[in-house]
Each structure stands twice: as structure tokens, then as C-alpha cells.
């Protein structure tokens, strides 16, 4: 399985991105996915999570109102669409899939197992 992110770029506090993430090779539809960032000098940050019928989502609370998280199966692909940006949302974003669970949506980086690579977010103030 492999995730690849993309959307990422510049944009003025205030403004908006959405990110995609699509999966390709023996994808089984039936994951729970979910985005994390990682700003530089700090750890790893939960963003949002969805499960695989889109029923269940969670979101970190820095984001919840600002960010939606959803996906498309037939298209195997996820989104985050982010509104008011702020520049403390500067971080490389990734996706990430856990192939464990269909419906309980989990907040811990350890329990995903497949990761795709990073798109830069960068908000200027």
C-alpha cells in the first residue's frame, strides 16, 4: 500500500488549503485513516482521523471547526480541508492509514501502519 500526499503550499493567514492523499497497490478501502503534522522542532501532532465509512471522524482540538477531514472510497483517496489558517499551522503534513481497525478511529501515530510522505503547509502571518 502505498499514500501519497499532495496540496500543500503557501498561503496568508486566514486563508484555506485543501490536501489530498491517495492510495494505491493492495489498498483495502476499509481503513481508518488520518492526517498528522510535524512543525519543525516539535513532535508529531495528531490532526484528524475518519473511519472508513465516514461516519466516525475525530479532530485535534487546535483544528476542530477550522478543519474537515472526509474521503472517497471509490477514489481511494482522502482530504483535509483547512480554513483560517494560522501560522501556528505551519507543518509538514502527512497521511496515514491503520490497517487494524474499520471503525474505531485512534489518535496514537504508533497504530498506523502505512504513512505517505509529507506536503509542506506554510502559513504567513
Known amino acids: 500500500v502505498q499514500l501519497q500526499a499532495f496540496g500543500g503550499g503557501l498561503v496568508q493567514a486566514g486563508g484555506s488549503l485543501r490536501l489530498s492523499c491517495a492510495a494505491s497497490g493492495r489498498i483495502n478501502s476499509r481503513y481508518v485513516m488520518a492526517w498528522f503534522r510535524q512543525a519543525p522542532g516539535k513532535e508529531r501532532e495528531f490532526v484528524a482521523a475518519?473511519?472508513?465509512?465516514?461516519?466516525?471522524?475525530s479532530y485535534a482540538d487546535s483544528v476542530k471547526g477550522r478543519f474537515t477531514i472526509s474521503r472517497d472510497n471509490a477514489k481511494n483517496t482522502m482530504y483535509l480541508q483547512m480554513n483560517s489558517l494560522k501560522p501556528d499551522d505551519t507543518a509538514v503534513y502527512c497521511c496515514?492509514?491503520?490497517?487494524?481497525?474499520?471503525?474505531?478511529?485512534?489518535?496514537?501515530?504508533?497504530?498506523?501502519?502505512?504513512w505517505g510522505q509529507g506536503t509542506q503547509v506554510t502559513v504567513s502571518s
Open positions: 475518519i473511519s472508513w465509512s465516514g461516519s466516525t471522524v
Open positions: 496515514a492509514a491503520d490497517s487494524d481497525s474499520y471503525y474505531i478511529v485512534r489518535r496514537s501515530h504508533l497504530v498506523y501502519d502505512y
